[in-house]
């Protein structure tokens, strides 16, 4: 089986230590820049009809803006309340200046 390896951003789109949301074959996909590494996670949170990419980064952890439910960025773990179900994590790499996420 081939991987399915789709380029996502431009490294340089996603500012350090931050969040951005981008579109990827009709999946919301929140990808996240951390000490110059990058990660990828499943956009719309697990709790609600929110953006993770309009919440708030802080120590490997994205905060939902609506109920303010977290979840680890690397492994998609629900990390409190309100939040039951963990969210989809994506593997990254990073080609020159293009950020590449695998898809299956
Ligand atoms: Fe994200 Fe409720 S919608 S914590």
New binding site residues.
């Given amino acids: 089986m081939s991987e399915n390896w789709i380029p996502v951003s431009e490294l340089e789109a996603i500012p350090d230590d931050d969040v951005i949301g981008v579109a990827v074959n009709g999946h919301q996909i929140a990808l996240y820049k951390v000490d110059g590494e990058v990660f990828a996670t499943d956009n719309v ?1 697990s ?4 953006l993770l990419s309009d919440g708030f980064l802080e120590d490997g952890e994205i905060e ?1 803006p ?4 977290r979840f680890c960025i690397k492994s998609g773990k629900a990390m409190c309340d ?2 039951t179900e963990d969210i989809r994590t994506y593997t990254t790499r990073v080609e020159g200046e293009e950020v590449m996420l695998l898809l299956d």
């Fill in positions: 949170c709790h609600g009809q929110a939902c609506l109920h303010q439910g309100p939040l």
